[in-house]
């Protein structure tokens, strides 16, 4: 049964904007925090924003400022708005559902994963 799914990556030339969209069964919506990861070629799998089930964001340092974390509760959808995109941040984005924490063993559930390329 797939619970999450990842949709929007794609490729985009730097400076430009992407909006990456995980889906999640109701269920999962409502008991779980999701959060976006991303993994580079040759990088470990880290997280870039996450958000709870009472609404409160988390994002690393170095998305601040770009990256937006946001849901539609209706549509038990989590939105990652990227702007301002940088090559580095070239890698497949994760979409991840877990109880508790942000550490990539907090989270049981996981999408395919969507790859985002920023060309220079």
């Known amino acids: 049964q797939v619970q999450l799914v990842e949709s929007g990556g794609g490729m985009v030339q730097a400076g430009g904007s992407l909006r990456l969209s995980c889906t999640a069964s109701?269920?999962?919506?409502?008991?779980?925090?999701i959060g976006w990861y991303r993994q580079a070629p040759g990088n470990q799998r880290e997280l870039v924003a996450g958000?709870?089930?009472?609404?409160?964001?988390i994002s690393a340092d170095s998305v601040k400022g770009r990256f937006t974390i946001s849901r539609d509760i209706a549509k038990t959808t989590v939105y990652l708005q990227m702007n301002s995109l940088k090559p580095e941040d070239t890698a497949v984005y994760y979409c991840?559902?877990?109880?508790?924490?942000?550490?990539?063993?907090?989270?049981?559930?996981w999408g395919k994963g969507t790859l985002v390329t920023v060309s220079s």
């Open positions: 109701r269920s999962m919506f409502s008991s779980n925090r």
């Open positions: 958000i709870t089930t009472t609404g409160s964001t």
């Open positions: 991840a559902a877990g109880a508790t924490g942000w550490n990539l063993y907090n989270m049981g559930y």
